[in-house]
């Protein structure tokens, strides 16, 4: 079956006016279309790079203000709870602890610092 429908649309692509015979056509001609394609395709890439590069630069982890809380009870802490108390990396708080600039004793492979061994940062 076909139809006898004629409707007036404008091209998506070069915006010029053509007269289309079904509801669905978006572009005026074929190599029309084929260029719509590739820059949706082209545009589609470009968010997918910017999405991921907005992704690398957040922050790992946000600290919240309830964990703070739980860390400041402690007596005895993780290398992570240390150096979020510290506001440090974990990095830089494990070579403190190889260097021996901080104390700690090892239970396994988890290194546990006393909260009175940690140096004072001095503000």
């Known amino acids: 079956m076909s139809s006898n429908i004629r409707i007036v ?4 692509f070069c915006k010029k006016e053509f007269i ?17 394609y590739k820059q949706k395709k082209r545009d589609e890439k470009i968010s997918q ?7 690398k630069r957040r922050p790992k982890a946000f ?5 703070i809380k739980l860390i400041n009870v402690k007596a005895i802490l993780t290398l992570k709870e240390a150096a979020t108390l510290l506001n440090i990396s974990e990095l830089t708080m ?11 004793q090892k239970a396994g492979k988890k290194h546990l ?3 009175a061994s940690l140096p004072v940062k001095e503000i």
Do not use: F, H, P
């Not at 790079?49 to 992704?55: C, M, R």
């Open 9 to 12: 649309k404008a091209c998506n």
């Open 20 to 36: 289309a015979k079904t509801t669905v056509t978006q572009c005026c001609s074929d190599d029309c279309a084929k260029r719509l």
């Open 49 to 55: 790079a910017n999405l991921k590069t907005e992704i």
């Open 63 to 67: 600290i919240t203000e309830d964990q």
């Open 94 to 104: 494990r070579r403190w602890v190889l260097s021996g600039k901080v104390k700690s």
């Open 113 to 115: 610092i006393l909260r």
